[in-house]
């Protein structure tokens, strides 16, 4: 699938660069955006803080890097759908580990973003 670099990390500085730019500083990233997922970071948070809290009373050991990331993608779905989703709403595999795979295969840089003419090899 060819984007031909339309995102804001590899598009060439032009209008449409500063274009989504300024469509990200204004509606994505903006502190009143922001600050309307204050309540559901909260929410989210207390429930991680409850479950740890109910692993320690169970002396239960706790992968906190495994429940750091399962946060971030629930605060995500939150954020992006509106709602938190459960494992089995999605497929066999679960929806957080589609998610994570999706996050996992978008941070994995492209040779192709780098070396334009090997781009049609999709590597």
Known sequence: MN?????????????????MRK????????????CSFKAMRREEIGLLIEFI?????????????TKITSLNVDMSCR???GKRYSDKEFDE????????????????????DFIPFIAPLDL
């Open 93 to 112: 595999r679960g929806f957080k580990a589609v998610i994570q795979e999706v996050l996992h295969l978008a941070a994995i840089p492209n040779l192709g």
């Open 23 to 34: 469509m990200c500083t204004l509606e994505l990233l903006s502190s009143a955006k922001i």
């Open 53 to 65: 809290q109910n692993a320690a009373c169970d002396r239960v050991a706790v992968d906190l890097t």
């Open 3 to 19: 984007w031909e670099q339309r995102n804001v990390i590899f598009a060439p500085y032009r209008s449409y660069w500063r274009d």
């Open 79 to 81: 954020m992006v759908f």
